[in-house]
């Protein structure tokens, strides 16, 4: 097992499905202590905690909502009590909205941008002081291709993973002379529970990609552990797609 984030300790938000489980299993696997946080998936999270505690590894489960504007700093809080500090921290707590522009409301703005943007800051925020003590960290934000590339009915969830970009860019340069990198993963098509829920055509879906692959939440999380490690001390400021090759794709062929 590559122990390359041995003695490191990470914050993981929206860790109780999905993306987030991926990027918590493979710090974890990597030797990162993980605080592991969510809402209304916490028991998914508390899972898998125990089961990262079970394999010989260390973690702990908090629940968090985001919306609450002190939520940040107890999540960030709860890492430097129970690890005595903090370095990686993965700013993956998100949702989406499928609805026609003319149809959003302000209060549909206002939740996402809170959930999307709003609560990375915060916890950014939280999570500095306490990186610049350790001599430097790590900042991983989750965006999406929907950052770069858009689809009708998902202007407000384009918006709010734009704005991550713009965030995480501006954050690289500002804290690049503290040794601290940030950047942005861009998942594209991954395979998680919701898709099955929401009666996709999965096989639509694949061959729509250049790979005719759908993403696993492991890959987000093999490129998030990554950016974690001292593999990347050079890499800030970037946003990479972990896509199969969809926002490589040239829309007009004539």
């Not at 939520?71 to 990686?88: C, P």
């Amino acid at each position: 097992m590559n122990q390359r984030l041995n003695g490191r300790v990470a914050v993981v938000t929206g860790a109780g499905t999905g993306i987030g489980v991926g990027i918590a299993s493979c710090l974890a696997a990597d030797g990162a202590a993980v605080v592991l946080s969510a809402a209304s998936s916490i028991e998914g999270a508390r899972t898998l905690a125990a089961d990262i505690v079970a394999s010989g590894g260390s973690a702990a489960a908090v629940q968090a909502d985001f919306r609450d504007p002190l939520t940040a700093r107890r999540v960030v809080d709860t890492a430097v009590r129970e690890f005595g500090g903090l370095d990686i921290l993965v700013n993956n707590a998100g949702y989406t909205l499928d609805k026609p522009f003319l149809e959003t409301t302000a209060e549909d703005w206002s939740s996402l941008f809170d959930i999307n943007v709003q609560a990375m800051i915060a916890a950014s925020h939280a999570a500095v002081p306490h990186m610049i003590e350790r001599g430097g960290g790590r900042i991983i934000n989750i965006s999406s291709v929907h950052g770069a590339l858009h689809a009708h009915g998902h202007v407000i969830y384009g918006a709010t993973k734009g704005a991550v970009n713009a965030f995480t860019r501006a954050l690289a340069v500002e804290l690049a002379a503290l040794q601290i990198t940030a950047n942005v993963i861009a998942p594209g098509a991954i395979h998680v529970e919701r898709y099955d829920r929401d009666n996709r055509d999965l096989e639509a879906i694949r061959a729509s990609i250049p790979n005719k692959l759908l993403g696993e939440p492991k890959d987000i999380g093999a490129m998030a552990a990554y950016l974690a490690s001292d593999d990347a001390r050079y890499v800030t400021g970037a946003v990479i797609a972990v896509d199969g090759g969809v926002t490589a794709v040239m829309a007009v062929t004539d």
